[in-house]
Structures are given as structure tokens and as C-alpha cells.
Nanobody, 124 residues
Framework: QVQLVESGGGLVQPGGSLRLSCAAP????????IGWFRQAPGKEREGVSC????????TYADFARGRFTISRDSAANTVYLQANSLKLEDTALYYC?????????????????WGRGTQVTVSS
């Protein structure tokens, strides 16, 4: 059972940046395609970005493209989501998820392992 742990969330002003981290102690994250999702109060969980296993190919939701960047650090066994130019509507609980699929998607049902999330609040 892969256990994922997110961190890096917090309170930030509009236009600010955060770097979210996804770690999996005891599991090699390179073996998994990793996705980032988010869920705002009263809304469905939506895909933000994903990165393919063993490689750097990534996918972004339209709202994330150009502002968010997903990356892997194999030595640290961590996947990051750099979120820049944050907007009020980016406020949500951000989750990372893992799948053994070779390619990555930002479709929630493709992922079998989930973390508990890290809260991102954008407010002035």
C-alpha cells in the first residue's frame, strides 16, 4: 500500500507562489505516474497536473498551464508542484495521487493511491 504525504500548503496573497511536495516514504515514486488534484469546498475534485513514471512528460489542466509546474526529484523521492501567480480561485485542498499506469492522466478514476492533502488558501 503506497502512502503519500503532501506538504507545502499555506496562506498566500494573490500573485504569490507555493511549492507543494508529495513524498512516499518507503516507496520508489519513480515507479509511479503521479498526479496532483484539488478540491475546493462544494466542488468536485479536479485534476491539476501529472507527470509520467520514469520520465518528465507531464500534462496540465487548462487553468494550470503556464502557472503551475510539476517536477520530480528522484534523489529526494519527491514530486513537486510549483504554483505561481496564485489566484483566489486556486484556494483548495491539494492532493497527490499515484498510479502504476505508464502514462499519466488528470482523470481522478485512474489513480488508486491518494494522500490526505495539503491546504492552499489564497487571500488578501
Amino acid at each position: 500500500q503506497v502512502q503519500l504525504v503532501e506538504s507545502g500548503g499555506g496562506l498566500v496573497q494573490p500573485g504569490g507562489s507555493l511549492r507543494l511536495s508529495c513524498a512516499a516514504p518507503g516507496f520508489d515514486l519513480d515507479y509511479y505516474s503521479i498526479g496532483w488534484f484539488r478540491q475546493a469546498p462544494g466542488k468536485e475534485r479536479e485534476g491539476v497536473s501529472c507527470i509520467r513514471r520514469y520520465g518528465g512528460r507531464s500534462t496540465y489542466a487548462d487553468f494550470a498551464r503556464g502557472r503551475f509546474t510539476i517536477s520530480r526529484d528522484s534523489a529526494a523521492n519527491t514530486v513537486y508542484l510549483q504554483a505561481n501567480s496564485l489566484k483566489l480561485e486556486d484556494t483548495a485542498l491539494y492532493y497527490c495521487a499515484a498510479t502504476a499506469r505508464f502514462d499519466c492522466t488528470i482523470t481522478r478514476s485512474d489513480y488508486g493511491y491518494w494522500g490526505r492533502g495539503t491546504q492552499v488558501t489564497v487571500s488578501s
